[in-house]
């Protein structure tokens, strides 16, 4: 992609940035009601992406056309406390909003620990846009979604922060392992707890 | 196409205002990696191969026999491709025209003769429409604009037929956020209105009749519309966002109820009257009458439970 190209992709974004983060605040309302009535959810989160953030995906050769290719312009996330929260989570939110796309990250072999998320994409609804939204071409038509508890969330935030390119040497590779291992077992033996101490016993989270 | 098949169907095409009509949104496999979809799929054919268009525009009309279940009359199903005004983005138009009764007068011959023919009327009330547009990619073509007189019909399986059965599609405002909405927005104007007593009224019979309307879909327009004016119609529509009031719904009742269940009256002398919203009104267990320019509450009933609390809540 030419220079001339990102430069105007680039103007193009910062003038509708307003706009996405209008819809962030009005997705986090919306996520808000839909689960106000759910338990042991710790936050709630959206946010438009930020300008060089967007630049630097949009310049992969992948996207042809990134104001509207790019799905994560606007995003959000829920994070709970225990694992069989995530489920209830998940039923609400796709009966509210219509899910293009569902994928449950986790390690693809069982012996190792890594990274574990739920990830959608969602269709934006047309009566949470503002009528501005209607008069600008190539608008995003969706947004992503995680849904991840605090362990999850911890081992994940970190590490990205981190921001290791490349393979790390083998000492970091088994302690980022242990870190994730470490994570994953708290949040099952917190899940398991929260669920005998349930009340009368019942197994289920309240 | 002939010219005035072609002019027909333009002009059919600018009085539907289409454009403006709301969206649903198709039901993908969010599991494929495709987001594969039987009409969206097809749509993208029809819009952009050429070649196999036919081919698609043949499975629509299959699966729109399949959706109509010989329930209906016949139905001529038109799909046509026109140019977007958006960059890289073709439109396609799905239409619906049924077959109705229309008289013909002949008076080709000495005799006038008049004769009842079958025809696919294009101003029908029953005729269906979806508008799908965009570009041939991954994020596009999930929407559809729909034209729908039968989509706010009491039989559900009626209303259903164009946007669930046949395009396998959504309405964008789920039936528990439009509940909800709703609910918040009746108790806004409620409030709001407080010194109303003749704006009280009408949101109190408004409640009534929708919690009898059972699965019609609504929109905050329509229920305006149908059970509201003067300053509790305005004061309603001023307690949402107007993108918010076209969205169509369902009223999940037990949601409804749970959000607008009671009523909560403060008298002057501290006596506090929470009742159900069911059993406030003539006849019922609580009244309330305008006596000299102040409204009484009268309460009767036999109590099961009494409690000693701090203060009143």
């Not at chain 2, 108790?187 to 109190?204: F, L, N, P």
């Amino acid at each position: 992609m030419h220079l001339k190209d990102m430069q105007q992709i680039r103007e193009s974004f910062v003038s509708r940035h307003s706009l996405l983060r209008s819809l962030a605040d009005e997705l986090e309302v919306k996520t808000r009601q839909a689960l106000e009535d759910v338990p042991h959810i710790d936050r709630i989160a959206f946010r438009a992406k930020g300008v060089e953030s967007f630049v630097a995906k949009a310049s992969k050769e992948k996207y042809s056309h990134p104001l509207r290719q790019l799905e994560d312009q606007v995003a959000g996330r829920v994070i709970t406390f225990f694992r069989d929260d995530i489920a209830v989570v998940r039923d609400v939110l796709m009966t509210w909003f219509g899910d293009v796309e569902h994928e449950i990250k986790a390690p693809a072999i069982a012996q190792e620990f890594g990274y574990e998320s739920e990830h959608f994409v969602f269709v934006i609804p047309d009566h949470m846009k503002s009528d501005e939204w209607q008069e600008i071409a190539d608008m995003p038509e969706t947004f992503e979604f995680q849904i991840r508890t605090l362990f999850m969330h911890a081992w994940a935030e970190p590490q990205h922060d981190l921001g290791y390119k490349g393979d790390p040497d083998p000492e970091v590779k088994r302690e980022l392992a242990w870190i994730a291992a470490s994570a994953w077992g708290a949040d099952r033996t917190l899940n398991e707890v929260a669920r005998k101490l349930s009340p009368q016993g019942s197994g289920e989270l309240t | 196409m002939s010219d005035a098949l072609q002019n027909a169907l333009n002009h059919t095409f600018d009085r539907s205002r289409i454009d403006n009509a709301p969206k649903v949104t198709f039901q993908v496999r969010s599991d494929s990696a495709n987001r594969a979809h039987p009409i969206r799929d097809e749509a993208l054919v029809v819009a952009f191969d050429d070649d196999k268009g036919s081919e698609s525009a043949l499975r629509l009309a299959i699966r729109l026999a399949g959706a109509m279940d010989n329930r209906s009359k016949p139905t001529l199903l038109v799909v046509s491709v026109h140019a977007s005004p958006r960059e890289g983005s073709r439109r396609v138009l799905l239409w619906t025209f049924p077959q109705e009764e229309v008289f013909n007068l002949n008076t080709s011959s000495d005799e006038a003769a008049l004769e009842m023919l079958d025809a696919f009327n294009r101003e029908s009330k029953l005729r269906k429409a979806a508008l799908i547009e965009g570009p041939n990619e991954a994020t596009s073509m999930l929407n559809a604009r729909v034209l729908d007189f039968q989509s706010t019909a009491a039989e559900r399986a009626v209303a259903d037929l164009w946007i669930v059965k046949f395009l396998h599609a959504r309405l964008q405002m789920s039936d528990a956020e439009g509940t909800q909405l709703l609910a918040r927005v009746l108790r806004a104007t409620h409030t709001k209105t407080r010194a109303d007593q003749a704006a009280q009224d009408q949101i109190g019979a408004a409640i009534g009749a929708l919690r009898l309307i059972g699965d019609r879909r609504v929109s905050l327009d329509s229920i305006e519309r149908a059970y509201l004016s003067g300053s509790a119609a305005a004061t309603f529509s001023g307690a949402s966002r107007p993108e918010e009031r076209a969205a169509m719904f369902s009223i999940d009742h037990t949601k409804f109820d749970d959000m607008i269940q009671y009523r909560r009256f403060a008298l002057n002398n501290g006596v506090v009257v929470s009742a159900p919203f069911l059993e406030v009104g003539e006849g019922k267990g609580v009244t309330v009458d305008e006596i000299d320019g102040d409204r009484i509450l009268r309460a009767e009933g036999t109590i099961l439970e009494e409690q000693v609390r701090t203060r009143a809540s």
